[in-house]
């Protein structure tokens, strides 16, 4: 794959185009909706548990894809105009940086997802061992630092 094959594929995000607010506010109102999480957060973890225990998902790739990031944005804002009935006036002007932003995050939320519903005896597979051990030393490490930081303040 040439290099400007590979740049039209992943996304890119402009952190300064993006207006914070409106991401906060979208992804407040998605991740508290049922109907979201049904529809569009359970159906993907799903996906991507399947291709986690086949040995075949690419956490980087899933990421930074534009049309699957693209995608999940575009659904969440459309999802949270239509709960909060806005007829013709757009309470959030997104950019595609914002759109980004929003679809990234979600995309975090859906993998979490799918590590947390993969049960232990199904790991066969050695990238999916590999996977959830950095997994459990990275929790290791971040509550070594958060335990660090308390007994300083003490």
């Keep these: ?18 207006d914070k ?14 109907d979201f999480y049904k529809n569009v957060i359970q159906p993907n973890a799903k996906s991507i548990e399947k291709r986690m225990l086949r040995g075949k998902f690419q956490k980087d790739f899933a990421e930074k894809k534009k049309t699957f990031i693209d995608r999940i944005g575009k659904d969440a804002i459309d999802h949270y105009h239509k709960e909060d009935d806005y007829d013709n006036e757009d309470p959030i002007k997104t950019n595609i940086d914002t759109k980004r ?9 859906i993998i979490r ?12 597979t050695p990238k999916l061992k590999a996977m959830i051990a950095r997994d459990q030393l990275k929790t290791v490490e ?13």
């Design 1 to 18: 794959m040439k290099d400007s094959q590979r740049k039209a594929m992943f996304a890119t995000i402009n952190h300064n185009l993006v």
């Design 21 to 34: 607010d409106s991401v906060h506010l979208v992804l407040t109102g998605v991740r508290s909706d049922g």
């Design 113 to 124: 997802e799918a590590r947390e519903t993969i049960s232990y005896d199904k790991l066969d």
């Design 142 to 154: 971040e509550n070594a630092v958060v335990t660090k930081g308390i007994s300083g303040l003490r």
């Design 101 to 109: 932003m929003i679809g990234q995050e979600i995309v975090k939320d």
